[in-house]
């Protein structure tokens, strides 16, 4: 069996998880939920982003097809550069993604982008607004958890996958960063399990992963650092700047890098899960051909949960629509491609 294969049983024990817990949050009201968090939370550690993932297979066509109609956006979770080190803040926007998934009965997955990590693993630079700590990352996590739990009400079903985020850009990109790393998201998770928030808040890494950024021994050292700690998955909400976008024989990336290394640190990794930013339509076709990449090289396709855009910050880029029927159209112009997608995802200034 190969390692993507056993990826993807990984990934599918946990969304029979999460289905299972279904029924069980639903007999909870939210007083209840506190004691109940443990039990809870030693059942649910693994949730993966909301309540099921498209089943996959091991693909024996790679040929071109005609691609079907695209099915409608699902309603887009806002993500976040944070600026700032209030847990008040974090609070109201856990809050206001609580208010969403309950009126409209659904799942949702959000990122908070810390920025990149210091050279001496305590904390990242916020882009553009200072030094956050690794206790004031943990903090302002645990309150964002807090206000969705609280502000879904009554509603005790949905489901938020969070994850806090970094990037490869600053100077700690290293084995050791990835466990650091690790290290923030079991710990929130333990907090979340003690005040019963994981009955409805998943956790997980982020990372905002860019070839021209680092070289690519560093993204895929610090990947495997954070699988080290082993529990954790993390989202790879970044780019694939160079790629090819209509080859998939590992052909060259930007700053040294192929298509083999956006696929490690995106899929090929066992804690990894890709998120890729979709702004552009090269992005679209760059992301479909690592799809294709791994269907053809690897034996299974990678699964992409949904794309990120960031037309709130740059109205020349796409629209969450924009960039969902992108990569849909790109995903589906090949059988061995062809998925479905969870989750509309946006970034904005906090």
């Not at 079903?157 to 923030?184: C, E, F, P, V």
């Not at 700690?229 to 780019?239: I, P």
């Not at 990894?272 to 679209?284: F, G, V």
């Not at 690897?298 to 969450?320: K, Q, V, W």
Request: hydrophobic content about 35%.
């Amino acid at each position: 069996m190969t390692r993507s294969q056993l990826h993807s049983i990984r990934k599918y024990m946990e969304a029979g998880i999460v289905s299972l817990l279904r029924p069980v949050r639903q007999l909870l009201t939210k007083k209840a939920a506190g004691p109940c968090a443990k039990v809870l939370a030693a059942m649910s550690m693994f949730a993966v982003i909301g309540s099921m993932l498209i089943v996959q297979g091991t693909p024996q066509a790679f040929a071109a097809q005609a691609v079907p109609a695209i099915p409608a956006k699902p309603v887009t979770d806002w993500s976040y550069y944070m600026h700032t080190t209030s847990t008040s803040r974090a609070y109201t926007l856990g809050c206001n993604q609580g208010h969403t998934d309950a009126a409209n009965h659904r799942n949702s997955l959000a990122i908070l982008d810390f920025g990149g990590q210091v050279s001496n693993g305590s904390g990242t630079e916020m882009i553009g607004a200072g030094f956050i700590s690794n206790s004031q990352i943990e903090a302002a996590s645990e309150a964002f958890a807090h206000g969705y739990w609280s502000c879904t009400g009554s509603d005790t079903t949905t489901l938020l996958s969070l994850g806090i985020g970094t990037n490869n850009s600053l100077a700690d990109r290293s084995y050791a960063g990835g466990q650091t790393w690790s290290h923030i998201v079991s710990a929130v998770r333990s907090y979340n399990n003690s005040h019963g928030y994981s009955s409805q808040v998943a956790m997980y890494g982020a990372n905002d992963i860019e070839p021209s950024w680092s070289p690519a021994s560093y993204a895929i050292s610090w990947a495997k650092g954070f699988n080290s700690v082993g529990g954790n998955f993390y989202f790879n909400y970044g780019s694939a700047d160079g790629c090819p976008q209509t080859s998939s024989n590992n052909g060259s990336c930007n700053n040294g890098w192929n298509q083999y290394d956006v696929w490690y640190v995106s899929w090929g990794n066992p804690a990894a899960l890709p998120t890729p930013q979709i702004y552009y339509s090269s992005q679209a076709r760059q992301w479909a051909m690592l799809s294709l990449y791994s269907a053809q090289h690897h034996g299974a396709r990678m699964n992409i949960d949904g794309p990120m855009d960031e037309y709130d910050l740059d109205h020349s880029t796409f629209t969450p629509t924009g960039a969902w029927d992108a990569l849909w159209t790109d995903l589906h112009a090949h059988s061995s491609t062809a998925q479905g997608l969870l989750y509309s995802i946006e970034i904005h200034h906090e």
